[in-house]
């Protein structure tokens, strides 16, 4: 069974950084890319970026240049650093892979 939890979320000052993680299991994390998404109440869940297994990396234009995706294959672990954080990265953090989604974790940033 697919399991991806996420944890590192919470209250971050505009400015500020924080580290998030997405712990896997159940499937083989080594060939496969894993993604993070992040959504605003009442909005559409947002792509931010995406890690294939060649290391090969994507970002939305909203996080490009300030957020850094990456992964440990021994860990089966993707993070998201996040820099320059600004009150519009506020939002639920979730992690995908193929069709399976993690239960997300919040990132309030604000002084």
């Known amino acids: 069974q697919m399991r991806l939890v996420e944890s590192g979320g919470g209250l971050g000052q505009p400015g500020g950084s924080l580290k998030l993680s997405c712990a896997t299991s159940?499937?083989?994390?080594?060939?496969?890319?894993v993604a993070w998404y992040r959504q605003e109440p009442g909005k559409e869940r947002e792509w931010i970026a995406t890690?294939?297994?060649?290391?090969?990396?994507k970002y939305a234009d909203s996080v490009r240049g300030r957020f850094t995706i990456s992964r440990d294959n021994a860990k089966k672990t993707v993070y998201l650093e996040m820099n320059n954080l600004k009150p519009e990265d506020t939002a639920t953090y979730y992690c995908k892979q193929g069709v399976a989604w993690g239960q997300g974790t919040q990132v309030t940033v604000s002084s």
């Open positions: 890690i294939d297994d060649r290391y090969a990396t």
């Open positions: 159940g499937f083989n994390f080594d060939v496969n890319a």
